[in-house]
């Protein structure tokens, strides 16, 4: 049987940042991760598929991943979840927040979405996990991974993130925050042989590497 996940791809705004459609084809419902830049984009997209936006969700609170926020909750009353530390780290204010959980699971219609949190870009950086597909934010990107010399950064554990993230199904579909590379999706495996940020044996290397400044573009 032929799943009901609908999943769309955007990119949008002058920073090349994906927004992700995720939701029910039979319910006719969907979420948006991270709407930045242009919301009439976004809501034009989920209208013309059928489906309406009932909930927002936030890989992580930059202003670049959400600045359409506001502008879509004037349109859709819908509620903003966002990871508990991030909610708090940046002082988030915006109606029907919800605070997720790692491992929270999110229902749209009769699809569920689990919230990963992966600190290390900003303490409450999260991913979503749905069936074989993984919204990464600005955690994982292909070839790269997320900064961590901005304010709430930190390099260990950005190391922990991306081990639990390599940890995942080889076949898992890497679906990043930003258009940086030659294709607009991967795959853990492949990122598993290709990435140098997750060829690293141990946490040590890991932060001698970022300190250092690894060779390489890293976002």
Known sequence: MESPLYLRQLELGPMQNFVYLIGDKEAKECVVVDPGWDVPT??????SDGLKITKILITHGHPDHTNGVESLLAKNDCKVYVQKHEADFMKFRWPNLIRVESGEMIDVGKIKIRAIHTPGHTPGSQCFQVENGLVSGD??????????????????????????LRA??????LYPGHNYADDPTSTIGSEKQTNPYLQFPNAKEFLRAMTGGLSGRWY
Request: net charge negative; glycine share 6%; aromatic share 6%.
């Open 42 to 47: 976004i809501l034009k997209t989920a209208e």
């Open 139 to 164: 955690t994982l990107f292909i070839n790269s991974c997320g900064r961590v010399d901005l304010p709430g950064s930190n390099p260990e554990q950005m190391y922990d993130s991306l081990q639990k």
């Open 168 to 173: 995942l199904d080889d076949q898992v579909i």
